[in-house]
């Protein structure tokens, strides 16, 4: 594999090709992932939970973010760093554009990812103008749980569904390099993957977009409790970790995962 850019991400969703996103927040992961053939490392904010052991996504600091970056960055060799901007780093354009700029600088970024829909138009423009590449995170949103009241699908009304793929072509129009959709029903992220000229990357969001992520944790089936259907424990049936995260990427690059079965259909 050579290095991932955005472009080539944007060549791949031209060509109809697929590609695999998987989370990392330390350089060994970082490095078996790159070698496994993931295109997309996203160090993400879940690190608050999987990682320090937070029941949401919200305690994680950017400080702390950044120190995850860093390791990710110096594991991975071909793979494109995606940095989760964390709760309350991105309030004002400015704030933005200061944390976005450290996850860079400091982490190593190539691209932030930040959560929310068409209220960060200006924060995605002023970005965007800095030449700060940007993923924008609609559907569940895991930052406002206490707003929407847990973990719940998104878009399952024609309402709710409209706002969503309006969202998606307003900061697609701001600026945005990609999309993540999570947890939204499968007909609604085929329409907006449909839609965008940007690629459009899925959790939980069906088999239809351009590219697929998943928890590290969930993916080799060692988070504890109740496992959401649209995970899937590839360690199962594996020799072994490394094995594990190859079959992950060529079951996304098949088409093979996720399955109808493990998306929401309405
Ligand atoms: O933080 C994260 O791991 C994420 C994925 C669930 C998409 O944002």
Redesign the pocket.
Known sequence: MSKITIATLKAMKQAGDRFA?L?AYDAIFAQIIDEAGVEVL???????M?IQGHES?LPVTLDEMIYHTKAVSRGAVNALVMA?MPFMSYNTEVQAVESAGRLMKEGRAHIV?L?GGRALVNTIKQLTSFGIPVCA?LGLQ?QSVHKLGGYKVQGRDKYSAKIILEDALALEKAGADMV?L?CVPMLLAEEITLALDVPV?G?GAGPHCNGQ???LQDMLGITPGKQPRFTQNFLQGSNGIQAAIAAYAQAIKEGDFPSKQQSFTS
């Open positions: 996103c989370t996203l160090v993400g904010d879940s690190l608050s999987v996504t989760d990812k959560e995170h895991p993540l999570e990357i959790i992520v998943l928890v």
